[in-house]
């Protein structure tokens, strides 16, 4: 079937260390995945940080990065130096499925703590 | 700017009891709204989908109903609540089928005792 997979948290760094959560996926029914990261701030509501909707590409945000990999079916979210600001929670989501359902499927959150 | 607002933000019930959860979306003309829910320590799952006003599909069947009465309403809605109806809300617009993102709301949390 078609799930994503992510980095169990909760994810502890220290500010300005470089950051690497994981994300694979399976898509078995959807010809052409499209990949976002969501991000959940402490008292916020979910917001879209960055998405790749062809694959090989790579999207940007914030500081963050994540590449669309095909062959290794993975999207993981790169961060050269974190900040204690980014502490939330991450979502690695697949989307892409044919038809009007527009539905996304979500991976179980990586909660990232920052350390100062 | 397009803005989308969730209500109530937080809400207590018995087993049993009546529930109705709404989404307003302004900002935005006729957009496709979408109902997920995530229970505690799982993953957010989509719940329902409309792409017009009067017209609701169901995607996961959970003993809960939804309604787009106007094209900027989105209203999630049971008789009697369940247990396992407790987590969180969350109600999203987009546009398009799924090669696009979706904007979420700020959620509603319940809890049923």
């Known amino acids: 079937g078609d799930s994503v997979t992510q980095t169990e948290g909760p994810v502890t760094v220290s500010e300005s260390e470089s950051l690497i959560i994981n994300c694979t996926y399976s898509?078995?029914?959807?010809?052409?995945?499209?990949l976002f990261w969501y991000v959940r701030y402490p008292g916020e509501g979910l917001q879209l940080l960055l998405k790749v909707i062809t694959a090989g590409q790579k999207g940007s945000s914030r500081g963050f990065e994540a590449t669309y990999n095909k062959e290794t079916t993975s999207f993981h979210l790169q961060k050269a130096s974190v900040q204690e600001s980014d502490s939330a929670v991450y979502y690695c989501a697949l989307g892409g499925i044919t038809g009007n359902t527009g539905k996304l499927i979500f991976g179980l959150g990586t909660t990232l703590q920052v350390q100062p | 700017a397009q803005t989308i607002h969730q209500w109530p933000v937080a809400e207590i019930k018995a087993v049993g009891s009546p529930l109705s959860l709404g989404c307003t979306i302004k900002?935005?003309?006729?957009?496709?709204l979408y109902w997920y829910w995530q229970a505690t320590g799982g993953t957010l799952q989509q719940l329902f989908y409309s792409i017009t006003v009067g017209q609701v599909e169901s995607v996961v069947q959970l003993n809960l109903s939804a309604s787009r009465p106007k094209d900027d309403q989105f209203i999630l809605s049971t008789e009697k609540l369940l247990l396992s109806h407790s987590g969180f809300y969350l109600c999203?617009?987009?546009f398009g089928g799924g090669a696009r993102e979706q904007y979420f709301g700020p959620g509603t949390r319940l809890t049923v005792l």
């Open positions: 999203a617009w987009g």
């Open positions: 900002g935005k003309s006729s957009p496709n």
């Open positions: 898509a078995t029914s959807i010809a052409y995945p499209n």
